[in-house]
């Protein structure tokens, strides 16, 4: 068979086991788990494939549905094309519903209704998938719409818990606006161009950056931002990572949010490319910093074990955005494998959340304890992902935050601009914090005393346990073998995104100049792949050493004080309740809490984020809308 048809048979592959599972598998177990099994596997590996004429061969593939080919170098027909940049994405797309998949099976086996489960799922798993296989503009919002509606049916499935609606309605309003933001954008492309092709498109956007252009960049922009949960879109992502199943939040957090990133790549860096703009690198830049620290610094303050772990995602996606603002091949390929790693060590966590939720009944980390020996294997596999995404060698986390740190700081010496400095000091700080976060989680959950009402909790069963495994062994291979993957995996998938002349090339059958501002970028990397830069870590170690101090600092100094302070002590007790959702979710923290003395010290801070984070979905609309505009603004000034 013509392994050009691959990509196309793998997406409806998955939609038709949707659908075999809806009509054949709601009754019998078995035959359910076997459509899903089947389905998935045999896409996975139809994808997987594909690495061998893509990344072996350097080869762009392309196939039109129907056989629409263009005419005279014009689309018609929806094309799907697969070059490096969007490979790399259908490896984590593919790696997470199936290991998702396997978990499932036992995870899931005391719920209700799994032929609706498996159903959504698979719609979910093929949306996605189709999404960063389409070269069509309008074909990959139809799959943004269909992944939306999955994940908000997949928030609401244990429907028992008036918690998990209300979080399913969060996501359904705020996506909903995302989306609209994002078929306005195309709308106005088509109005203007008169084709959906994304090839065609980067032909004919470049250098005619019109009124129209600006305001379709700024909606896609905001489109694609709400799908990935940056900040200030990310509000209804605590609620559904938490109110989902844990083996839906791990594919939010694997490939839902990369699909988000995968289009901000697409419209920066081919069909707008204006990423070569040092305006658009600082406003990129800007949203990943801040996300990286509000997502950290509410992870602090959580105690929810999936809520924890939500914010983390949010703030380790700031550290992709933040990369791939860069507009330099260090930079993407740094991000790009953070991505990888992020999909890796959070999907491990979450299955690890999912494993303690199976065998306690909870995840409220007041409730646990002492689970490591209850729970070995659980408890490694738990301990390598949090070192993974601490940062901590040999494992992965390390190897790709080092690199971006030495991206961003190579950025502040090539341009001069000491915001790129202040940026290097907020990625160290926030990693330093994401340690310190999961200290405290390994403390309240694995070690310490366990509860009486714990004594009889057993280990998951072993498909749970697989690929909680397969996750912790790429964990830390990435981090021993890194050069391997950025030799055959991450070099590619960078100058994929750079090289736009083969995308549009392969795609409408004829040579186009190409704007040589993003092209014309060295591609040198390949030969010394590596995080070892003698100067760079010199400079980095001693930003490491003031991170450290200054979070030192902010946590200590005042507890005392406030102890010996009752007056004190009243006026601080509502920083120890956290936020984020309505009161009957709001986590409480004690006074004993690791990190009470830090939250007390940015009592003024924590504050502000209880103020934004109200959990009142008419706010998070509201603040969706006004940032919106404002980013609308600076597009303007920033073209105009």
Not at 345 to 365: N, P
Not at 386 to 409: C, D, E, H, R, T
Not at 450 to 455: C, D, Q, R
Request: hydrophobic share 50%.
């Amino acid at each position: 068979m013509n392994y050009t048809h691959f990509p196309v048979l793998s997406v409806m592959g998955l939609f038709l086991g949707g659908f075999l599972v809806e009509i054949f598998g709601s009754k019998n177990k078995t035959v359910r788990n076997i459509i899903v099994m089947l389905f998935t596997t045999v896409s996975a590996c139809l994808m997987l494939y594909l690495t061998i004429p893509v990344f072996g061969r350097g080869e762009v593939i392309s196939y039109w549905m129907g056989n629409w080919e263009p005419v005279g170098g014009h689309a018609i027909g929806i094309g799907y094309e697969i070059d490096g940049l969007n490979m790399f994405f259908v490896i984590l797309v593919v790696l997470t519903y199936w290991l998702s998949a396997v978990y499932s099976i036992k995870y899931m086996e005391k719920d209700r209704h799994l032929g609706h489960y498996y159903t959504l799922f698979l719609m979910l798993a093929g949306s996605v998938l189709g999404l960063v296989c389409t070269g069509d503009i309008f074909n990959l919002y139809v799959m943004v719409e269909i992944m939306t509606f999955a994940a908000v049916a997949l928030t609401a499935f244990r429907n028992k818990k008036g918690s998990n609606l209300e979080a399913a309605f969060k996501y359904l309003v705020i996506g909903s606006v995302g989306s609209g933001f994002t078929l306005t954008g195309i709308t106005l492309l088509y109005m203007q161009f008169h084709t959906l092709n994304m090839a065609q498109l980067a032909s004919l956007v470049s250098g005619n950056m019109t009124p129209v252009s600006v305001l379709a960049l700024s909606f896609m922009f905001i489109g694609f931002g709400v799908k990935s949960f940056i900040v200030p879109f990310h509000t209804p992502a605590a609620d559904a990572y938490m109110s989902a199943p844990t083996s839906i939040s791990m594919v939010f957090s694997g490939m839902v949010n990369k699909a988000g990133v995968y289009g901000m790549i697409r419209l920066l860096y081919m069909v707008f490319r204006v990423i070569d703009k040092s305006a658009i690198q600082i406003v990129v830049v800007v949203f990943g910093a801040v996300t990286m620290f509000i997502g950290v610094t509410m992870a602090l303050a959580q105690h929810d074990f999936k809520r924890l772990l939500a914010f983390h995602s949010i703030s380790q996606i700031g550290y992709v955005i933040t990369a791939i603002g860069l507009c330099s091949l260090m930079g993407m390929t740094s991000g790009l494998f953070h991505a990888m790693n992020h999909t890796l060590f959070k999907g491990l966590l979450f299955l690890c959340a999912g494993a303690v939720l199976y065998a306690t009944g909870t995840t409220d980390l007041d409730k646990l304890g002492g689970l490591s020996k209850k729970m070995p294997k659980t408890t490694i596999c738990f301990l390598i992902g949090a070192f993974s995404i601490s940062g901590l060698p040999p494992f992965n986390g390390f190897a790709s935050k080092w690199m971006i740190y030495q991206a961003v700081y190579e950025k502040a010496v090539v341009t001069g601009n000491f915001f790129y400095t202040f940026v290097t000091v907020t990625a160290v700080v926030v990693s330093v914090m994401t340690l310190a976060s999961f200290i405290k989680v390994t403390q309240a959950v694995f070690f310490g005393q366990a509860p009486k009402n714990l004594a009889n909790t057993k280990e998951v069963p072993f498909s749970m346990r697989l690929p909680m495994w397969i996750m912790s062994a790429l964990c830390l291979f990435g981090g021993v073998f890194y050069r391997l993957i950025g030799r055959y995996l991450l070099i590619p998938a960078g100058q994929a995104a750079f090289n736009i002349t083969n995308y549009i090339d392969a795609m409408l059958g004829e040579s186009t100049a190409v704007s040589a501002s993003v092209t014309n970028v060295s591609m040198d990397l390949a030969d010394g792949f590596s995080y070892w830069n003698p100067i760079v870590w010199l400079v980095i170690f001693i930003t490491v050493l003031i991170a450290v101090c200054l979070v030192l600092i902010m946590g200590s100094g005042s507890r005392g004080k406030v102890l010996e302070s009752g007056k004190d002590a009243a006026e601080d007790g509502k920083y120890s309740t956290f936020f984020s959702g309505e009161k009957s979710e709001y986590s409480h923290v004690a006074g004993s809490d690791l990190f009470w003395g830090f939250k007390h010290n940015w009592r003024k801070y924590f504050g502000i984020m209880q103020s934004v984070h109200s959990g009142n979905i008419n706010d998070y609309s509201l603040m969706t809308v006004i940032c919106s505009a404002l980013i609308v603004i600076v597009f303007t000034v920033i073209f105009i």
